[in-house]
Protein backbone atom coordinates (compact mmCIF):
# COMPACT_ATOMS: atom_id res chain seq x y z
CA UNK A 1 0.00 0.00 0.00
CA UNK A 2 1.53 3.26 -1.44
CA UNK A 3 1.67 6.37 1.43
CA UNK A 4 -1.25 8.16 -0.85
CA UNK A 5 -3.76 5.30 -0.29
CA UNK A 6 -2.84 5.28 3.18
CA UNK A 7 -3.60 8.78 3.78
CA UNK A 8 -7.02 8.10 1.55
CA UNK A 9 -7.77 5.43 3.70
CA UNK A 10 -7.41 7.64 6.97
CA UNK A 11 -9.39 9.77 5.38
CA UNK A 12 -12.15 8.26 4.24
CA UNK A 13 -11.84 6.18 7.67
CA UNK A 14 -11.88 9.92 9.36
CA UNK A 15 -15.42 10.78 7.49
CA UNK A 16 -17.16 7.14 8.96
CA UNK A 17 -16.20 4.99 6.11
CA UNK A 18 -15.40 1.78 8.25
CA UNK A 19 -14.35 -0.47 5.60
CA UNK A 20 -11.55 1.74 5.08
CA UNK A 21 -10.46 1.79 8.33
CA UNK A 22 -10.89 -1.98 8.39
CA UNK A 23 -8.27 -2.23 6.06
CA UNK A 24 -5.66 -0.18 7.81
CA UNK A 25 -6.39 -2.45 10.64
CA UNK A 26 -6.04 -5.44 9.05
CA UNK A 27 -2.42 -4.41 7.53
CA UNK A 28 -1.43 -3.29 11.01
CA UNK A 29 -2.39 -5.99 13.19
CA UNK A 30 0.40 -8.41 13.04
CA UNK A 31 2.81 -5.75 13.46
CA UNK A 32 0.89 -3.98 16.36
CA UNK A 33 0.45 -7.96 18.09
CA UNK A 34 3.95 -8.88 17.46
CA UNK A 35 5.15 -5.36 19.44
CA UNK A 36 2.75 -5.90 22.28
CA UNK A 37 3.51 -10.11 22.71
CA UNK A 38 7.24 -8.30 22.78
CA UNK A 39 6.18 -6.24 25.73
CA UNK A 40 3.86 -8.11 27.42
CA UNK A 41 5.16 -11.99 27.01
CA UNK A 42 1.31 -13.25 26.91
CA UNK A 43 -0.50 -13.88 23.86
CA UNK A 44 -3.65 -13.92 25.35
CA UNK A 45 -2.66 -9.98 26.76
CA UNK A 46 -0.87 -9.45 23.17
CA UNK A 47 -4.63 -10.06 21.75
CA UNK A 48 -6.34 -8.21 23.98
CA UNK A 49 -4.25 -5.19 23.68
CA UNK A 50 -3.99 -5.58 20.10
CA UNK A 51 -7.67 -5.54 19.77
CA UNK A 52 -7.90 -2.30 22.63
CA UNK A 53 -5.83 -0.50 20.50
CA UNK A 54 -7.76 -1.21 17.03
CA UNK A 55 -10.45 -0.26 19.18
CA UNK A 56 -9.06 2.79 20.65
CA UNK A 57 -7.86 3.95 17.10
CA UNK A 58 -11.01 3.80 15.51
CA UNK A 59 -12.78 5.82 18.39
CA UNK A 60 -10.09 8.72 18.02
CA UNK A 61 -8.86 8.38 14.18
CA UNK A 62 -11.06 11.51 14.00
CA UNK A 63 -8.71 13.31 15.94
CA UNK A 64 -5.60 12.01 13.99
CA UNK A 65 -3.74 14.91 12.62
CA UNK A 66 -2.16 13.20 9.73
CA UNK A 67 1.36 14.77 11.13
CA UNK A 68 2.87 11.72 11.26
CA UNK A 69 2.57 8.35 9.83
CA UNK A 70 -0.78 6.14 10.47
CA UNK A 71 1.65 3.19 11.75
CA UNK A 72 3.36 5.66 13.79
CA UNK A 73 0.48 7.31 15.34
CA UNK A 74 -1.01 3.62 15.95
CA UNK A 75 2.15 1.36 17.55
CA UNK A 76 1.95 5.07 19.94
CA UNK A 77 -1.05 4.17 20.71
CA UNK A 78 -0.04 0.12 21.25
CA UNK A 79 3.01 0.87 23.50
CA UNK A 80 0.76 3.25 25.68
CA UNK A 81 -1.86 0.66 26.36
CA UNK A 82 1.01 -1.72 27.19
CA UNK A 83 2.61 0.33 29.34
CA UNK A 84 -0.34 1.37 31.51
CA UNK A 85 -1.07 -2.49 31.70
CA UNK A 86 2.47 -3.79 32.48
CA UNK A 87 2.52 -1.52 35.17
CA UNK A 88 -0.66 -2.46 36.49
CA UNK A 89 0.00 -5.64 36.19
CA UNK A 90 3.81 -6.09 36.93
CA UNK A 91 3.87 -7.99 40.13
CA UNK A 92 0.91 -10.17 39.72
CA UNK A 93 3.19 -12.21 37.17
CA UNK A 94 5.94 -14.65 38.58
CA UNK A 95 9.16 -15.81 37.15
CA UNK A 96 7.89 -19.01 37.20
CA UNK A 97 4.72 -17.85 35.08
CA UNK A 98 7.06 -16.57 32.68
CA UNK A 99 9.38 -19.33 32.26
CA UNK A 100 5.93 -21.63 31.50
CA UNK A 101 5.00 -19.25 28.75
CA UNK A 102 8.65 -19.49 27.21
CA UNK A 103 8.38 -22.76 27.07
CA UNK A 104 4.81 -22.99 26.05
CA UNK A 105 5.73 -20.83 22.71
CA UNK A 106 6.40 -22.35 19.40
CA UNK A 107 9.57 -21.78 18.75
CA UNK A 108 11.88 -23.38 15.53
CA UNK A 109 14.51 -25.19 17.15
CA UNK A 110 17.49 -24.92 14.54
CA UNK A 111 18.78 -28.23 13.22
CA UNK A 112 22.30 -28.84 15.10
CA UNK A 113 24.64 -31.06 15.23
CA UNK A 114 25.06 -32.30 18.65
CA UNK A 115 22.89 -32.93 21.59
CA UNK A 116 25.04 -30.27 23.73
CA UNK A 117 24.32 -27.70 20.92
CA UNK A 118 20.80 -28.01 20.96
CA UNK A 119 20.70 -28.14 24.99
CA UNK A 120 23.49 -24.34 24.79
CA UNK A 121 20.70 -22.92 21.92
CA UNK A 122 18.15 -23.38 23.93
CA UNK A 123 19.95 -22.34 27.17
CA UNK A 124 20.85 -19.13 25.19
CA UNK A 125 17.48 -18.54 23.95
CA UNK A 126 15.90 -18.80 27.54
CA UNK A 127 18.75 -16.72 28.99
CA UNK A 128 18.28 -14.06 27.01
CA UNK A 129 14.99 -13.82 26.78
CA UNK A 130 15.16 -13.12 30.48
CA UNK A 131 17.52 -10.81 30.11
CA UNK A 132 15.12 -8.95 27.77
CA UNK A 133 12.60 -9.10 30.04
CA UNK A 134 14.57 -8.03 32.76
CA UNK A 135 15.46 -4.76 31.23
CA UNK A 136 13.75 -1.58 32.43
CA UNK A 137 10.65 -0.55 30.63
CA UNK A 138 12.00 2.01 28.83
CA UNK A 139 14.84 0.54 27.41
CA UNK A 140 13.08 -2.88 26.82
CA UNK A 141 10.23 -0.87 25.20
CA UNK A 142 13.03 0.55 22.57
CA UNK A 143 14.59 -2.60 22.08
CA UNK A 144 11.74 -3.99 21.10
CA UNK A 145 10.42 -1.02 18.42
CA UNK A 146 14.49 -0.85 16.69
CA UNK A 147 15.03 -4.73 17.17
CA UNK A 148 11.79 -6.61 16.35
CA UNK A 149 9.91 -4.02 15.02
CA UNK A 150 12.55 -2.85 12.29
CA UNK A 151 11.93 0.73 13.08
CA UNK A 152 14.46 3.25 12.51
CA UNK A 153 15.38 5.54 15.52
CA UNK A 154 13.13 8.46 14.26
CA UNK A 155 9.85 5.80 13.89
CA UNK A 156 10.78 4.95 17.74
CA UNK A 157 11.59 8.49 18.47
CA UNK A 158 8.12 9.81 17.65
CA UNK A 159 6.08 6.58 19.02
CA UNK A 160 7.82 7.17 22.62
CA UNK A 161 7.62 10.94 22.70
CA UNK A 162 11.27 11.38 23.08
CA UNK A 163 14.06 12.49 20.72
CA UNK A 164 16.31 10.27 18.58
CA UNK A 165 19.24 10.66 20.92
CA UNK A 166 17.30 9.22 24.24
CA UNK A 167 16.38 5.96 21.44
CA UNK A 168 19.92 5.95 21.02
CA UNK A 169 20.92 6.01 24.57
CA UNK A 170 18.42 3.59 25.29
CA UNK A 171 19.95 1.07 22.78
CA UNK A 172 23.57 1.93 23.72
CA UNK A 173 22.84 1.41 27.45
CA UNK A 174 19.94 -1.79 26.81
CA UNK A 175 22.78 -3.67 24.97
CA UNK A 176 25.48 -3.14 27.54
CA UNK A 177 22.65 -4.34 29.89
CA UNK A 178 22.11 -7.66 27.95
CA UNK A 179 25.80 -8.27 27.07
CA UNK A 180 26.44 -8.17 30.97
CA UNK A 181 23.25 -10.18 32.21
CA UNK A 182 24.52 -13.38 29.04
CA UNK A 183 28.35 -12.37 29.74
CA UNK A 184 28.73 -15.72 32.29
CA UNK A 185 26.97 -17.83 29.02
CA UNK A 186 28.44 -16.46 26.83
CA UNK A 187 31.92 -17.39 28.12
CA UNK A 188 30.54 -20.57 28.83
CA UNK A 189 28.96 -20.84 24.74
CA UNK A 190 32.79 -20.06 23.69
CA UNK A 191 34.73 -22.76 26.21
CA UNK A 192 32.57 -25.39 24.12
Known amino acids: MEMDDESQLVLKA????VE???ILAKKYEQPVFRL???LTKNREDAADLTQETMLKAFRAIKEFKLKSSFNTWLHRIAVNLALNFIKKHQNQKSQMEYL????NEEQ???VFSSPEEVSISEEFRINLEKAIEE???AYRTTFSLIVFQGMSHQEAARILGCSENTVSWRM???RKMLKERLKPFL???QEV
Open 187 to 189: NLK
Open 36 to 38: LYR
Open 108 to 110: EVP
Open 135 to 137: LPL
Open 14 to 17: QEGN
Open 100 to 103: DNLK
Open 172 to 174: HEA
Open 20 to 22: AFM
